[in-house]
């Protein structure tokens, strides 16, 4: 059922022209989409490759998975893990990187994967449904701290205390938590304003998916592991959706991309930068206006430096 929904890629010329970008003509070598998603970005890319190219896609979502294997084009190869897996990739071995992050539409619009608060489901928001902890299990257990923590951390809600105890105290007087409409109907007695537009559990929901999928964590490790997996001139291209991961991804291109002294040994050549910062695109008003979904896209690409 969920593979029958859309998802619309976003920025898709954009990505493709800022990953390709220093490529030349009908390119060769590997390259990575590690968000396949329903392969918007994967199918533009493989139109724009060479026969000497490869594309290797990500994505731990087993739907994903499955649209990928309608693509038989043989140079195309996706696998079923977690984009921090770019590490197992050899040292210097892809010529661009391109991370699409967040989730799917598909994912968004399946009441069954429990994502939104606009649709009742079962509370999971997992991106990868054959591991881990639904978010539905881990509020069976986790204390007020813990997830006043989390709604805090990942939601910057400034109710999270006491949703954290009006989730903590359901539990224990009628039984966990067990579908996204009991869950916002809790928020929404707990968060006492209104922000114009938005339903008072969006922050809660982000928060809590954030959090069970250790989006923040794992965007952390694959940014670094793209610094040895990328050879010199290749790119990385990523779009963010909210500030936390773009803030990760714009601190960590900016660390990358000076010339550090160490101040104990000031005679020492400097280390040298990794990364070349190259651009900072949003989507235009015309593509906003065709998927709103877009609108809060933040797309940053560098460049590997030859050190
Ligand atoms: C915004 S969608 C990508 C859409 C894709 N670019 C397209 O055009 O169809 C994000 C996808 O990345 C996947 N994803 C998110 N975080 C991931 C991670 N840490 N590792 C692997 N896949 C991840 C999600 O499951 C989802 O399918």
Known sequence: ??????????LLDEAVDALLGGAGPEPAGTWVDATFG????????????????????FDKDPEAIHEATRIT?????????????????????????LMDLGVSSPQIDSPERGFSFRFDGPLDMRMDTTRGESVAQWLTTAEVQQIAE???????????????????ARREERGPLATTAELADLVAG????????????????QALRIFINAEL????QALEASLSVLQPGGRLVVISFHSLEDRIVKQFIA????????????????????????DRIKPSAAEVSANPRSRSAIMRVAERTEA
């Open 1 to 10: 059922m969920t593979s029958e929904l859309q998802h619309t890629t976003v």
């Open 217 to 220: 964590e794992e965007l952390q």
């Open 255 to 278: 660390q990358h991309s000076k010339e550090v002294y160490d101040r104990r040994m000031p005679f020492a050549p400097p280390k040298v930068m990794k990364l070349v910062a190259l």
């Open 38 to 57: 329903r392969g918007g970005h994967s199918r533009r890319i493989l139109l724009r490759l060479g026969p000497r190219g490869r594309l290797v896609a």
């Open 73 to 97: 084009d043989a140079r195309f190869s996706i696998r079923h893990e977690g984009f921090r897996h770019l590490a197992d990739l050899p040292p210097g071995s892809a010529a661009g990187v």
């Open 190 to 205: 707990a968060v006492k304003t209104r922000e114009s537009g938005q339903n008072p559990a969006t922050r809660t929901f």
């Open 150 to 168: 989390v709604i805090r951390d990942y939601g910057e809600e400034r109710f999270a205390g006491p949703i954290a105890k009006a989730i903590v």
